[in-house]
């Protein structure tokens, strides 16, 4: 008799028949996957999926998840009849901004080891001959892309799941969970109650009225998106049988939001080129499923809405002209605030998982990814982007999540630099200091709904001041976007003066009670039985050791602890591992407070005008915290800095933070004080070789191989999480390093992601880029082979050009600590 878990899976689409398929090769046999619709076309989004899989994406993780769908369908197969059918893919540009877009997708897919080629445009018609060479510049051609038949592989996991015990019941709706002390005990079904110790949401569109049930906030909107079949292309005839479908490679047209796929002598045209349509769930059609017409997925063709798009799909593919759209339809699927899946477990009900707003092409992944985390508690590619905890309050609002989700439809293809913030919503979160930023030009961009300034136009002037070792290169055109010289000019002064930043859009939690150095203690690798006022830089591990964040955890009284973290994620890791005998309290308190970071040499000329506290080196060492008045404003200060200056963190409650901003910026005039942004702030960080989580090490990577052993204390008493895998780990022994490079040719700067090649070889990637004012070149730090140490030549590719670069010694400004201990 079986003893591992109960698991009922809601939704028999590509997602819940991944999973069953993949928990249960994992020996977990007590499966029971339920749908409302009949089986095997339950009428989800599956049923009548086109299936094309481009793998490509900006995400490592996105991309992994999609490249583990094409290895797993192409190895299954219905009777002989594929499951994926590897075509290739191609996507092709009709102007020249696209064509460099093109470049930087190679550049990505190389990254994350997918062969891919920039081709031009005779190749481009020598792969796919339909079409018009004269639209095109060039095109990505990408060989193990293809096309996923997804109700089919819907059928063949479903069988091999069912061979190893599981079971699918059709036509069967979830109309409640089943929970008892904080769990579920069962889902809810006309028929009875099904017992279960795991329930994983699988229900695709449906998935926000799933986490109604248990109350769990589900940032998806459902949206309808045009899909037609045209009828028989003369030139196309003869090229495939009923079997195989299709020969030519899928085809992408981004530059007018259209992508195509052959079924035998026809095609098949995807829009993205209409309005945005949200689907409300209460007007879709319930019917049997078996019948297309009756589908709830499948909404009435608009054809009005794809006018546009007939005509300039048949510019790029005359071949059309000999041909009408023979059916269509509105097909409703999922879209996020950030276009990414929704993966995790409520918060409330202790075994309510979800898997939803995950296309076919990562479905394999996103499948395997859950059963790792429900067998093994971790998935092996890192998840955090696909986090269903990832967003904060604000962001879970349907208003919110609409608009975003809307503009993610309309966006879809286009070309987006990394910086480009939303234009809408904005003015979300800001912080108390918005008003004089505001006054001094600041030029804001967002992240995590929050208004960030990245420099000042008011510091314009200072460029002109520039000594000739600090003024900057000219940039390249996307180098230059969401950019200003004047950066040069605040880091300048941040080195050679004293600025302000602001800090508080960065996560504080505060952690207290009986209870709280316990928890810290287990969950983080540094000692947190420190004295009073003691600061510690310290990572979170995952069991197998893998960085799950980096924290500043500062101790402001016995029981009393400000945590600097890196999100959401970190407060509900924080919250679920907290004992539940509530002897610790856990407490988001980033919005009720602010904080300025002063840095500078002069940083302390200027507070110690403003305060009777004791400022000094003895008053008040590096990396430590003590509470003070500055100005009459109370603060907590703590003596650490992202850029490498003596300075504070500057910590007050949201009410005082713009007379805390007034009173410094008064005091500090005749020290050259300036207000300075995240454009000089990202550039100082490097300088210093400060590691951005999230950026440059996640969970895939160890401490040692991230370039912070050092934030891991071996000799501490108390046991922590993540010890035991590091045992025999070190600085020597990893085969992978996060590397500082510099730029050669003192100019290029580089965006992130670019892949670094090692004897011409693809042989790691870029994780941050920016111009080291300081040093007067670019620096971009990557992940490398151990054997390229320093003194290494490497190449990045960058759009299509190779930039020489070197592996440096780091950090590469003020490696004594002079500066910061100042
Ligand atoms: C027109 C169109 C074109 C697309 N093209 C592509 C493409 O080319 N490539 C690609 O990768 N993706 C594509 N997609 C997206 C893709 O189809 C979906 O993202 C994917 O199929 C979602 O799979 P799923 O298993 O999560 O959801 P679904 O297939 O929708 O399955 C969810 C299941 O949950 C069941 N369910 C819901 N509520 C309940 C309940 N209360 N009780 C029991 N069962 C319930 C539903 O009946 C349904 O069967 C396209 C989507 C559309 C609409």
Same mark, same amino acid.
């Given at each position: 008799?079986?003893?591992?878990?109960?698991? +009922?899976?809601?939704?028999?689409?590509?997602?819940?028949?991944?999973?069953?398929?993949?928990?249960?090769?994992?020996?977990?046999?007590? +499966?029971?996957?339920?749908?409302?619709?009949? *089986?095997?076309?339950?009428?989800?989004?599956?049923?009548?999926?086109?299936?094309? +899989?481009?793998?490509?994406?900006?995400?490592?993780?996105?991309?992994?998840?999609?490249?583990?769908?094409?290895?797993?369908?192409?190895?299954?197969?219905?009777?002989?009849?594929?499951?994926? &059918?590897?075509?290739?893919?191609?996507? $092709?540009?009709?102007?020249?901004? =696209?064509?460099?877009?093109?470049?930087?997708?190679?550049?990505?897919?190389?990254?994350?080891?997918?062969?891919?080629?920039? $081709?031009?445009?005779?190749?481009?018609?020598?792969?796919?001959?339909?079409?018009?060479?004269?639209?095109?510049?060039?095109?990505?051609?990408?060989?193990?892309?293809?096309?996923?038949?997804?109700?089919?592989?819907?059928?063949?996991?479903?069988?091999?799941?069912?061979?190893?015990?599981?079971?699918?019941?059709?036509?069967?709706?979830?109309?409640?969970?089943?929970?008892?002390?904080?769990?579920?005990?069962?889902?809810?079904?006309?028929?009875?109650?099904?017992?279960?110790?795991?329930?994983? !949401?699988?229900?695709?569109?449906?998935?926000?009225?799933?986490?109604?049930?248990?109350?769990?906030?589900?940032?998806? #909107?459902?949206?309808?998106?045009?899909?037609?079949?045209?009828?028989?292309?003369?030139?196309?005839?003869?090229?495939?049988?009923?079997?195989?479908?299709?020969?030519?490679?899928?085809?992408?047209?981004?530059?007018?939001?259209?992508?195509?796929?052959? =079924?035998?002598?026809?095609?098949?045209?995807?829009?993205?080129?209409?309005?945005?349509?949200?689907?409300?769930?209460?007007?879709?059609?319930?019917?049997?499923?078996?019948?297309?017409? @009756?589908?709830?997925?499948?909404?009435?063709?608009?054809?009005?809405?794809?006018?546009?798009?007939?005509?300039?799909?048949?510019?790029?593919?005359?071949? *059309?002209?000999?041909?009408?759209?023979?059916?269509?339809?509105?097909?409703?699927?999922?879209?996020?605030?950030?276009?990414?899946?929704?993966?995790?477990?409520?918060?409330?009900? %202790?075994?309510?998982?979800?898997?939803?707003?995950?296309? +076919?092409?990562?479905?394999?992944?996103?499948?395997?990814?859950?059963?790792?985390?429900?067998?093994?508690?971790?998935?092996?590619?890192?998840?955090?982007?696909?986090?269903?905890?990832?967003?904060?309050?604000?962001?879970?609002?349907?208003?919110?999540?609409?608009?975003?989700?809307?503009?993610?439809?309309?966006?879809?293809?286009?070309?987006?630099?990394? #910086?480009?913030?939303?234009?809408?919503?904005? &003015? #979300?979160?800001?912080?108390?200091?918005?008003?004089?930023?505001?006054?001094?030009?600041?030029?804001?961009?967002?992240?995590?709904?929050?208004?960030?300034?990245?420099?000042?136009?008011?510091?314009?002037?200072?460029?002109?001041?520039?000594?000739?070792?600090?003024?900057?290169?000219?940039?390249?055109?996307?180098?230059?976007?969401?950019? @200003?010289?004047?950066?040069?000019?605040?880091?300048?002064?941040? =080195?050679?003066?004293?600025?302000?930043?602001?800090?508080?859009?960065?996560? =504080?939690?505060?952690?207290?009670?009986?209870?709280?150095?316990?928890? *810290?203690?287990?969950?983080?690798?540094?000692?947190?039985?420190? !004295?009073?006022?003691?600061?510690?830089? %310290?990572?979170?591990?995952?069991?197998?050791?893998?960085?799950?964040?980096?924290?500043?955890?500062?101790?402001?009284?016995?029981?009393?602890?400000?945590?600097?973290?890196?999100?959401?994620?970190?407060?509900?890791?924080?919250?679920?591992?907290?004992?539940?005998?509530?002897?610790?309290?856990?407490?988001?308190?980033?919005?009720?407070?602010?904080?300025?970071?002063?840095?500078?040499?002069?940083?302390?000329?200027?507070?110690?005008?403003?305060? %009777?506290?004791?400022?000094?080196?003895?008053?008040?060492?590096?990396?430590?915290?003590?509470?003070?008045?500055?100005?009459?404003?109370?603060?907590?200060?703590?003596?650490?800095?992202? $850029?490498?200056?003596?300075?504070?963190?500057?910590?007050?409650?949201?009410? &005082?933070?713009?007379?805390?901003?007034?009173?410094?910026?008064? %005091?500090?005039?005749?020290?050259?004080?300036?207000?300075?942004?995240?454009?000089?702030? &990202? @550039?100082?960080?490097?300088?210093?070789?400060?590691?951005?989580?999230?950026?440059?090490?996640?969970?895939?990577?160890?401490?040692?191989?991230?370039?912070?052993?050092?934030?891991?204390?071996?000799?501490?008493?108390?046991?922590?999480?993540?010890?035991?895998?590091?045992?025999?780990?070190?600085?020597?022994?990893?085969?992978?390093?996060?590397?500082?490079?510099?730029?050669?040719?003192?100019?290029?700067?580089?965006?992130?992601?670019?892949?670094?090649?090692?004897?011409?070889?693809?042989?790691?990637?870029?994780?941050?880029?920016?111009?080291?004012?300081?040093?007067?070149?670019?620096?971009?730090?990557?992940?490398?082979?151990?054997?390229?140490?320093?003194?290494?030549?490497?190449?990045?590719?960058?759009?299509?050009?190779?930039?020489?670069?070197?592996?440096?010694?780091?950090?590469?400004?003020?490696?004594?600590?002079?500066? #910061?201990?100042?």
């Amino acid at each position: 008799m079986s003893t591992t878990p109960r698991v +009922v899976i809601i939704g028999a689409g590509i997602v819940g028949a991944n999973l069953a398929d993949e928990l249960t090769a994992r020996g977990w046999d007590r +499966v029971t996957v339920v749908d409302q619709g009949p *089986l095997p076309l339950t009428g989800g989004s599956t049923s009548h999926a086109p299936g094309l +899989v481009f793998q490509t994406n900006a995400s490592k993780t996105m991309t992994a998840l999609a490249s583990y769908t094409v290895e797993k369908l192409k190895g299954i197969d219905v009777d002989g009849a594929w499951c994926f &059918n590897q075509v290739g893919g191609l996507e $092709v540009a009709t102007t020249p901004e =696209r064509l460099a877009d093109l470049h930087r997708k190679q550049g990505w897919a190389t990254s994350w080891g997918v062969e891919a080629q920039v $081709v031009d445009a005779e190749e481009c018609v020598r792969l796919h001959p339909l079409v018009d060479r004269d639209r095109i510049l060039g095109g990505l051609h990408i060989p193990s892309d293809g096309l996923a038949k997804a109700s089919r592989a819907v059928v063949a996991l479903a069988r091999r799941a069912e061979a190893r015990g599981a079971r699918f019941q059709g036509s069967t709706r979830v109309t409640g969970i089943e929970q008892a002390g904080g769990r579920v005990t069962g889902v809810r079904t006309p028929d009875g109650v099904i017992p279960a110790d795991l329930v994983v !949401s699988c229900a695709g569109f449906w998935g926000v009225e799933l986490g109604a049930m248990v109350g769990m906030d589900v940032p998806l #909107l459902p949206l309808a998106h045009q899909f037609v079949w045209t009828g028989q292309v003369p030139d196309l005839v003869g090229r495939n049988d009923e079997l195989s479908e299709a020969s030519l490679p899928i085809l992408r047209h981004q530059d007018q939001d259209l992508y195509y796929r052959e =079924r035998v002598d026809c095609l098949g045209i995807g829009s993205y080129a209409h309005r945005p349509m949200p689907v409300d769930l209460r007007e879709l059609p319930q019917g049997d499923g078996v019948r297309e017409s @009756s589908m709830p997925s499948m909404l009435p063709f608009t054809e009005e809405d794809f006018a546009p798009a007939w005509e300039q799909s048949q510019l790029l593919l005359p071949s *059309l002209r000999a041909t009408k759209i023979d059916n269509g339809f509105n097909g409703v699927f999922s879209f996020t605030p950030d276009g990414g899946p929704l993966i995790g477990e409520s918060r409330d009900v %202790a075994g309510f998982w979800i898997a939803e707003a995950v296309w +076919v092409t990562h479905s394999a992944g996103v499948g395997r990814a859950v059963a790792q985390l429900l067998v093994d508690g971790r998935s092996e590619i890192d998840l955090h982007g696909c986090d269903v905890h990832r967003f904060e309050d604000v962001q879970l609002a349907p208003e919110y999540v609409s608009e975003t989700s809307q503009q993610n439809f309309v966006e879809i293809y286009d070309v987006i630099h990394p #910086l480009q913030p939303r234009l809408s919503p904005r &003015n #979300l979160r800001v912080s108390p200091f918005q008003a004089r930023q505001q006054e001094l030009g600041a030029v804001f961009l967002e992240a995590a709904g929050w208004e960030r300034p990245h420099w000042y136009e008011a510091n314009a002037p200072l460029v002109e001041e520039l000594p000739t070792e600090w003024v900057p290169p000219e940039r390249d055109a996307w180098s230059a976007q969401f950019h @200003s010289p004047i950066a040069a000019a605040e880091a300048w002064r941040t =080195r050679t003066a004293v600025a302000m930043y602001d800090m508080t859009p960065l996560k =504080r939690l505060e952690v207290s009670g009986p209870g709280a150095l316990g928890l *810290l203690q287990r969950l983080t690798t540094g000692e947190m039985d420190k !004295s009073v006022g003691a600061v510690t830089y %310290a990572l979170a591990l995952d069991e197998a050791g893998g960085i799950r964040s980096d924290l500043t955890v500062a101790r402001l009284g016995e029981q009393l602890f400000q945590v600097g973290a890196n999100g959401p994620l970190d407060h509900d890791y924080l919250q679920r591992q907290a004992p539940a005998d509530g002897s610790v309290q856990i407490r988001d308190i980033t919005g009720g407070t602010c904080c300025i970071g002063l840095w500078g040499p002069r940083a302390r000329d200027l507070v110690q005008r403003l305060s %009777a506290d004791d400022f000094s080196n003895d008053g008040l060492k590096y990396f430590r915290a003590k509470r003070a008045r500055i100005g009459g404003v109370p603060v907590t200060a703590m003596r650490l800095s992202y $850029v490498g200056e003596l300075g504070w963190e500057l910590y007050t409650s949201a009410d &005082n933070g713009q007379r805390l901003w007034d009173v410094l910026w008064a %005091a500090g005039q005749d020290l050259g004080v300036i207000a300075a942004g995240r454009a000089a702030f &990202n @550039s100082l960080r490097l300088e210093k070789g400060y590691r951005a989580w999230g950026h440059d090490m996640t969970t895939e990577h160890n401490p040692y191989e991230a370039g912070l052993g050092f934030a891991v204390r071996t000799q501490k008493k108390a046991d922590f999480v993540g010890r035991q895998a590091l045992a025999g780990i070190g600085d020597d022994t990893v085969s992978r390093r996060l590397s500082c490079l510099t730029i050669d040719d003192g100019r290029s700067v580089v965006l992130g992601h670019e892949p670094v090649l090692v004897d011409g070889h693809p042989a790691g990637y870029v994780t941050s880029a920016a111009f080291g004012h300081t040093v007067g070149r670019p620096i971009a730090y990557a992940w490398l082979p151990a054997s390229a140490t320093v003194g290494t030549e490497v190449e990045i590719e960058y759009f299509g050009t190779r930039i020489p670069a070197t592996v440096a010694t780091e950090p590469l400004v003020d490696p004594e600590m002079t500066r #910061l201990r100042g």
